[in-house]
T-cell receptor, first 117, second 115 residues
């Protein structure tokens, strides 16, 4: 149980274009999902918390207009990197928690490796 | 600002050795401490600890939390090459603004188990 699916796993895009990443909870509903960014050999940094039916909560220093988050249903959250630049190249990963099984902690998607050229 | 510090940053051991990974934290409104194993992609859940002094065990892995001294350890006995990974410690805390909880991760411990 508690599977989180993230797509795409890898994407290469041109500078200035936008990229959408999807995060789905497959076997549970998630009113809240979390988006992280991980640079090489560094830990996961929380970017924002996605809330179903309401605005996302962004961490300090994360540009809301650059990283658009939509959580339109109880099983889907999307992160759109707008006008991507090479410095946005990173590993993006989402997570969610099955509130019916809180002892299992947070489940992570398999991540998206974004390369902006 | 919440902080999670892991040590050592990296570790190389031989198969069969026992390792202890450390995690200390400073957070406001602590809820739980979680350990994850990250190989190539997604971190996989190992343990969630909420109470002091109660050891959680899964096979060769075990973990314990000390809420007074604000740290946790993750033990791996009889290590195998398949244990090679980054081990991440994260602390869940109640968010002061915006509601809900958030996880703060440590930088991780890179463990390499050699034959």
């Amino acid at each position: 149980g508690a599977v989180v699916s993230q797509h795409p796993s890898r994407v290469i895009c041109k500078s200035g274009t936008s990229v959408k990443i999807e995060c789905r909870s497959l076997d549970f509903q998630a009113t809240t999902m979390f988006w992280y960014r991980q640079f090489p050999k560094q830990s996961l940094m929380l970017m924002a918390t996605s809330n179903e039916g309401s605005k996302a909560t962004y961490e300090q220093g994360v540009e809301k207009d650059k990283f658009l988050i939509n959580h339109a249903s109880l099983t889907l959250s999307t992160l759109t990197v707008t006008s991507a630049h090479p410095e946005d190249s990173s590993f993006y990963i989402c997570s969610a928690r099955d509130i019916q099984a809180p002892d299992r902690g947070y489940t992570f998607g398999s991540g998206t490796r974004l390369t902006v050229v | 600002e919440d902080k999670v510090v892991q040590s050592p940053l990296s570790l190389v051991v031989h198969e069969g050795d026992t390792v202890t990974l450390n995690c200390s934290y400073e957070v406001t409104n602590f809820r739980s401490l979680l350990w994850y194993k990250q190989e190539k992609k997604a971190p996989t859940f190992l343990f969630m600890l909420t109470s002091s002094g109660i050891e959680k065990k899964s096979g060769r892995l075990s973990s314990i939390l000390d809420k007074k001294e604000l740290f946790s350890i993750l033990n791996i006995t009889a290590t195998q090459t398949g244990d090679s990974a980054i081990y991440l410690c994260a602390v869940e805390a109640l968010r002061l603004t915006g509601g809900g909880n958030k996880l703060t991760f440590g930088t991780g411990t890179q463990l390499k188990v050699e034959l």
